[in-house]
Nanobody, 123 residues
Framework: QVQLVESGGGVVQAGGSLRLSCIASGRTFSTYAMGWFRQAPGNEREVVATISVSSINTFYANSVKGRFTISRDNAKNTMYLQMNSLKPEDTAIYYC????????????????WGQGTQVTVSS
C-alpha cells in the first residue's frame, strides 16, 4: 500500500505553466507504476499520463501530448507533471495514482489514489 499527496495546483492564465508533484509514503514507491489523471466538472475521470517504474515507458493522452511531461524521482518518492501551454480545457482536479505493476495504461489497475489538486486555467 502506498499513500499519495498531490501539490502544485492553482490558477493560471492560458498559455502559462504549472508543475504538479505527487509525494508517496512508504519504501515501495519504486515498484509502482504511476499515473496522472484528471476530472473536470460533469466529466468522467480520464488518464493524462502514465510512467513505468524505471521511467523508460511513458504514455500521454492525445490532448496533452507535446505540452505535458511526466517524470519521477524514485530516490525522492516523488512523481511530477510539468504542464506547459495550458488551455482552459485543462481545468480539472488532477489526481496522482499508483498501480502495483511495472507499467500500466489501464486506469482500472490503479488502486491507490491521492486526494487531488485543483488546476484552473483562465482564458
Amino acid at each position: 500500500q502506498v499513500q499519495l499527496v498531490e501539490s502544485g495546483g492553482g490558477v493560471v492564465q492560458a498559455g502559462g505553466s504549472l508543475r504538479l508533484s505527487c509525494i508517496a509514503s512508504g519504501r515501495t514507491f519504486s515498484t509502482y507504476a504511476m499515473g496522472w489523471f484528471r476530472q473536470a466538472p460533469g466529466n468522467e475521470r480520464e488518464v493524462v499520463a502514465t510512467i513505468s517504474v524505471s521511467s523508460i515507458n511513458t504514455f500521454y493522452a492525445n490532448s496533452v501530448k507535446g505540452r505535458f511531461t511526466i517524470s519521477r524521482d524514485n530516490a525522492k518518492n516523488t512523481m511530477y507533471l510539468q504542464m506547459n501551454s495550458l488551455k482552459p480545457e485543462d481545468t480539472a482536479i488532477y489526481y496522482c495514482a499508483a498501480a502495483n505493476t511495472v507499467y500500466s495504461r489501464d486506469p482500472t489497475t490503479y488502486k491507490n489514489w491521492g486526494q487531488g489538486t485543483q488546476v484552473t486555467v483562465s482564458s
